[in-house]
């Protein structure tokens, strides 16, 4: 009897070397060219393997025309946070919305849009909340603790965000700007504007966004800080004017202390 047949290679071996590409030792790749059962092995794990990518490859991503909504802002803020959630964790996702963005770059420029901030061509990144502290129980008549501290990610770009109280009981939003890139220096954002609308604005067409003037200004100074003073009560989001890119971070409520 043939020895070369009698010990088959183990299912992670085939596994391996059938999904993964993985190498096989010599003397393996010497059985598979000689042992028709791993030979069949192989061709049934490459078929079911193909098989359940057919049918459930990107089944959990958004359909293609939501992503292409989402380049242009023109989803409601639920989806819109949901596609950004999603984006955080899927590559694939990630490049077409890329690929998208820089299709869109390539349309004309209307001369109506009176800045380039408000123009469908600059490309928005609406930041994904990532964590968020647990609510804390709290007896009858105590005051709830506030959703703060924020944190939020919009790419390689981490944003965590404060709310103080002045001993004059002002409002002053604190964010900490940081990037995830080890290449990537916050001090070279240094100067970036930073402004604070009152909601609602992502949602709207970009014609009707033209008219919006920020309530509050302020710039990014050479640690990544962002501080919003006199805050007043209510609802805001937040846009950075990051290079070739806007960073938008909705939903902070702002409310009494």
């Not at 071996?13 to 059938?18: C, N, T, Y």
């Not at 958004?62 to 989803?75: K, R």
């Not at 008219?211 to 050479?222: K, R, S, V």
Request: charged fraction near 20%; include cysteine; hydrophobic fraction near 40%.
């Amino acid at each position: 009897m043939n020895r070369l047949h009698e010990a088959h290679l183990s299912d992670e071996k085939l596994i391996g070397f059938a999904l993964d590409g993985e190498a096989l030792p010599e003397d393996a790749q010497h059985h598979l060219e000689h042992c028709a059962r791993c030979q069949q092995r192989i061709a049934h794990y490459q078929k079911f393997h193909d098989a359940l990518v057919a049918r459930f490859y990107r089944s959990q991503c958004p359909a293609g025309t939501d992503l292409s909504l989402y380049t242009m802002g023109l989803l409601r803020q639920k989806e819109r946070q949901r596609i950004a959630n999603h984006l955080v964790d899927c590559p694939l996702c990630s490049i077409e919305v890329e690929k998208t963005y820089s299709f869109m770059q390539s349309w004309p420029v209307p001369t109506s849009v009176p800045s380039p901030a408000r123009s469908p061509l600059v490309r928005r990144i609406f930041a994904a909340l990532v964590s968020q502290p647990q609510l804390q129980l709290s007896l009858r008549n105590d005051a709830q603790e506030p959703l703060w501290p924020r944190h939020y990610q919009g790419e390689s770009v981490d944003l965590s965000l404060h709310l103080s109280h002045t001993s004059k009981g002002e409002n002053a939003l604190i964010g900490v700007l940081t990037s995830a890139e080890a290449d990537e220096d916050v001090a070279a954002l240094t100067g970036i504007p930073a402004e604070l609308y009152a909601a609602p604005w992502p949602g709207e067409t970009f014609s009707e966004q033209a008219g919006y003037l920020p309530l509050l200004c302020t710039q990014i100074d050479d640690m990544g800080n962002i501080v919003f003073k006199s805050v007043p009560v209510g609802e805001y989001f937040m846009v950075i004017h990051l290079p070739g890119r806007e960073m938008i971070v909705e939903g902070l409520i702002i409310e009494n202390n």
